[in-house]
């Protein structure tokens, strides 16, 4: 026989010997290590983390949390000084996190096979991110004070409300996408920012603080994240607060996760997205940490609306993104 096919079959035989010995691996064999950058707030990190090594116990996961800006800093910063630690990078929305890495080529492509069962909106076109939990921006309200139910994000403009309704500046990365999303919608636009002004409306600093000005009865009415609600609530049952999904459209919010440029160990960070973005791993996220799923086939947290019940209003991450400096400038004057 030839000594070129000789060595082109040991080669393939080779290769396929490779693959039938990964396929064959059970998860308990599977090792790696993987840093993984994240803004997601902790509890819920841990929680993820602690439940996909139960599956995948030889695949450690070094979990270095901050705030979206400090996450972002450091990865900047890593990468000017050769030194990139991040395999995964978990934050906080599509616009200023995600769009920005993608644009700076901090991301490599990775599209995990459990994307065809995400809603596609969530799912970045060019393959870099997939959108992996929910933010879904709610109209909180204290029970004591405001009797009739609000039913979308209007509510705020009503003068009984004066001085005591409220939304999160936009140096909250949710607070941001949501400004950026409403001013394209041509039934909000910047009108309804000067209306809130105009209606003494408090801007504070962060969503859990707005969700706990609203329960104590500081505020009575504002736009927050829906878990921070389910949380306080599951954590203090009696607490004078609930919520609604605006019934003429709600800013859904999906938490980008994606695989660094420069990751380390490409196969253990794409099985940790692949189960985060499984049924198994939304589901988990969902029933244990009351956070909104990215699939149809989950059942969305206690109290919350099926997601098939929603109305998003369609946003554009990159024009926000492309338009940061004049939505921040427009927000401060505004308020200001």
């Not at 636009?189 to 009865?217: H, R």
Request: aromatic content about 10%; charged content about 25%; some cysteine.
């Amino acid at each position: 026989m030839d000594k070129k096919i000789l060595i082109g079959v040991a080669a393939a035989a080779a290769i396929a010997a490779i693959v039938i010995f990964f396929i064959l691996q059970t998860k308990e064999e599977v090792t790696g290590k993987v840093t993984l950058y994240t803004s997601v707030p902790l509890d819920i990190v841990e929680g993820v983390v602690q439940e996909f090594e139960k599956e995948y116990p030889g695949i450690e996961i070094e979990i270095v949390r901050a705030t979206t800006g400090s996450i972002m800093d450091r990865v900047y910063q890593e990468a000017e000084n050769g030194t990139d630690n991040a395999d995964i990078i978990w934050v906080a929305d599509f616009s200023n996190d995600a769009e920005e890495l993608k644009e700076n080529g901090m991301l490599q492509k990775y599209v995990s096979p459990e994307s065809k069962n995400i809603i596609p909106i969530f799912v970045d076109n060019d393959g870099y991110y997939t959108g992996s939990r929910l933010l879904n921006m709610v109209v909180a309200y204290n029970t004591l004070f405001v009797e009739e139910k609000p039913r979308n994000y209007r509510d705020l403009l009503n003068p009984k409300w004066a001085g005591k309704c409220g939304i999160v500046n936009y140096t909250s990365g949710a607070s941001f996408y949501t400004t950026g999303t409403l001013i394209q919608n041509d039934d909000f636009g910047w009108g309804y920012f000067t209306k809130l002004s105009e209606n003494q409306c408090k801007v504070v600093n962060s969503n859990p603080s707005m969700t706990d000005k609203i329960a104590d009865g500081e505020l009575y009415i504002g736009v927050t994240i829906d878990f921070t609600v389910r949380n306080l609530l599951k954590d203090s049952p009696d607490a004078e607060i609930d919520y609604i999904f605006p019934e003429d459209g709600v800013v859904s919010i999906a938490s980008p996760i994606a695989i660094s440029r420069d990751c380390k160990d490409v196969r253990a960070s794409r099985i940790f997205i692949d189960w985060v973005l499984s049924k198994k791993g939304q589901e988990f996220m969902s029933k244990e940490m009351g956070v909104s799923p990215v699939r149809m086939d989950v059942d969305v947290p206690e109290g919350m609306a099926p997601l098939s019940q929603l109305k998003i209003i369609p946003s554009d991450a990159r024009t926000i993104y492309k338009n940061e400096e004049n939505i921040t400038g427009k927000f401060k004057d505004i308020f200001s």
